[in-house]
């Protein structure tokens, strides 16, 4: 937990979801239509606001070409 | 997904989890009362009945000594 009252392996959860959307090139909205969630979402899931599911982790996870332990070993968490 | 209709990802996770807690000798009661759940909840997840979140998988993964990371890698998700 930090200042913002969010716990810091979803910030950084988050920042590895931000790291790999951004190599791959991708727009929030572009990330957003392959999960198939609304825009906003992704922002928030990147921001660490989210306690996101292992269905929805999964989701993030195929749409960014990676595993979901890729991205937990990426979030140190 | 598969004819139990969960997912297999939600399946080896609950392997992964269940291969833990056997190898710490941990009875799932054990187990549950270091989470802070019910014991029952620790054997639904372990037959990945529950799309368990982050903040959730963090606990299990304390509880069992290890990261989300090697919870993921050892589900092969």
């Avoid at 920042?15 to 969630?37: G, M, N, P, T």
Wanted: hydrophobic letters at 30%; one cysteine or more; proline letters at 1%.
């Amino acid at each position: 937990m930090n200042k913002t009252g969010i716990p810091t392996y979803r910030k950084r959860l988050g920042e590895a979801v931000r790291k790999r959307r951004l190599s791959l090139k991708l727009s929030q909205e572009k990330l957003s239509e392959r999960i198939d969630c609304h825009r906003n979402y992704v922002g928030s899931v990147e921001r660490g606001e989210q306690n996101v599911t292992i269905d929805v982790l999964m989701r993030f996870a195929k749409a960014l070409g990676c595993t979901v332990g890729e991205l937990a070993r990426e979030g140190r968490f």
